[in-house]
């Protein structure tokens, strides 16, 4: 009797001082990177090309180095986020049939990302001084959410898609998405053919 009152009382006095309140044992849960957001800030785009538009003060515009890439195409990288915008130029020279092609090969770039997106849509945007230009939004896993093609439908066409250099989840990276989506738009709306 007197070995077992002994383990009851070593037992009692044995779990130390842990109780419910301790919140260090505890498992923690999930939680979302805090993303740091600046304001918007632009400047025109270096001459030296057949368009001109705004471009972020938090973005380096570098050329794209792809083998097959053209005088004009670009990417606007932005370093705090791993992420850019990548602009592809190109000469319509007047050939509606190249213009068509041009508008096709755009929606199917878009439409590559299907098996991933919970929903792709596509949108005529006006821009302040009536210009149209076709915006695609992609939700759901994608690396691309925003896509966008610009066209005076004789001369120029200009293609863009923000891209994301990140495992993480795109509900994460919403922040990220809209700031780089007003980006793209902004660019957009400034736009000018030369």
Known sequence: MRLFLLGCILT?????TASVEDKSSLPRPKGFPLIAIPSHQY??????????????????VKKDTFALAEPHWMYIYYPRWDAFIQLTYKSVGGDRKKLDKMIRDSYILASKHQMKANRIEDAILTTRDGRKATVIELEGEVATPFQFFVTDSTTHFLRGAVYLNTAMKNDSLAPVIRYLKEDAIHLIQTLRWK
Do not use: I
């Open 43 to 60: 400047m025109a785009l270096e001459n030296g090309h057949p368009f001109s538009f705004d471009v972020s003060k938090q973005a380096n």
């Open 12 to 16: 009692l006095f044995s779990c130390g």
